[in-house]
Structure formats: C-alpha cells, structure tokens
C-alpha cells in the first residue's frame, strides 16, 4: 500500500487565496484525522470523520475551515479566506475504526500564507 | 479534562547510552496511552500503546513504557540508544467521552551525540 497520500506536499499563498488540502487514505481504513502542527500550538486534532461522518469537529478554528470527506477514498480541508496565522503543516491521518487504533500518517502539507 | 505533559522540550544523549522520556497524564479512569515518534520532516509512526493489562508495553525499534497509575506516567525508555533514533516523540492520550480522540503532548526533541 502507498500509505496516506497527501497533496500538495507545499503550498505558497497569499492571504486571502482560497487554500485546498488534498488526502487519499489507506484502502480499509475508515477512520480519517485532520491534525495541524505549529511551533506554538503543537500538534492539535482538527477534525475526524468515521465512515465519511464528521465526528469531532471542535478543533476547526473557525468558519474559514471547512473540511469533506465525499467517499471513502478522498478527503479536503479547505480554508477560505487564508489568512498568515494559518501557517502550519497539516498532518492527514487514517485508521481502522477510531483513534485509539494505530494512526497511520501521511507526510503533510506545509502551507505558509504570506 | 484530560491532558498530557511532556516536562523535557529537549534531550541530547549519547550513542549507546539510555534513554527515558517523561510522560505524565491527568485522567480520571484508567488511560489508553501512546507514544508516536515523528521523524524530521515526516509524519508520526506509533511505537507503542497501552490500553490494560501488564504493564509494561513492548513496542517496535527496541523502545518500551511503563504505565505507572500512582505517578499518573508512562515513560519511554530504550536501553541503548541509536543515532537513527534522533527524532521528535509524542505522547498522547485518549480522550474518552463521545469522541474518544487522542490528545497529544508538545513533544520531546532527541539529539544523539556520536
């Protein structure tokens, strides 16, 4: 298996651009995680949805975030407007059944918002 | 609520030497705990969990941890320390309640000296 892919690996924006994050999980696993790491803040859970169910969605900052999961093979998090506080990397994450199972993690995107 | 504290920011060792990483939680029942390593400019790779049982877990790349309730800590440890072990490692714990999602620690740099 290619493990959770992620697209893109970098991505240079303007504040106010419109900003799509890309992620294809593992085939089988059901279980899709949003994390966004900072220096300042760490590694924080933004999202998760179990079969395509958004579960948890307390971590989105604010409505400017928006995440789908469409189908089981593909997930977005979107952020509309960007803004430079946004800068992290974004961690997709995937699993079978749940978070206390093992996470398998994809290698991020990094997003800096000029 | 619960949370995770991960006292050292950073631990340099040497090669062949030791190694235990600080983890202490605040949960009311008994814990599901991990330990997630992430690699410079990767995502994270879970070394090892505990959900019941012995108490002391055996995980991969020769690391194991302790639970221990009355110190509320699971430590990392590795008996001898290798420099492909240089990497930044997370605890975590379950959350509990209806979501049951992982809440991770800041994290704990590793440099290994030659």
């Known amino acids: 298996d290619a493990g959770v892919i992620q697209s893109p690996r970098h991505e240079v924006t303007e504040m106010g651009q419109e900003v799509t994050l890309r992620c294809k999980p593992i085939s089988g696993h059901n279980s899709l995680f949003w994390y966004r790491q900072t220096m300042m803040r760490g590694l924080e859970l933004l999202i998760y949805f179990n079969n395509n169910v958004p579960i948890d969605d307390s971590g989105m900052p604010e409505d400017r975030f928006s995440a789908k999961m469409p189908n089981a093979s593909f997930s977005t998090l979107k952020i509309q407007p960007s803004e430079p506080r946004d800068s992290a990397v974004y961690f997709c994450?995937?699993?079978?059944?749940?978070?206390?199972?093992?996470?398998?993690f994809g290698p991020g995107t990094r997003l800096t918002v000029l | 609520a619960q949370s995770v504290t991960q006292p050292d920011i950073h631990i340099t060792v040497s090669e062949g030497a030791s190694l235990e990483l600080r983890c202490n939680y605040s949960y009311g029942a008994t814990p599901y705990l991990f330990w997630y390593v992430q690699s410079p400019g990767q995502g994270l790779q879970l070394l090892l969990k505990?959900?019941?049982?012995?108490?002391l877990v055996q995980g991969i790349k020769g690391f194991e941890a302790e639970f221990k309730r009355s110190q509320s800590s699971f430590n990392l440890r590795k008996p001898s320390v290798h420099w492909s072990d240089a990497a930044e490692y997370f605890c975590?714990?379950?959350?509990?309640?209806?979501?049951?999602?992982?809440?991770f620690g800041t994290g704990t740099l590793l440099a290994v000296q030659p």
């Open positions: 994450a995937t699993s079978r059944d749940g978070p206390y199972n093992e996470q398998f």
């Open positions: 975590a714990v379950g959350a509990g309640g209806a979501t049951n999602k992982l809440i």
């Open positions: 505990y959900f019941s049982g012995d108490t």
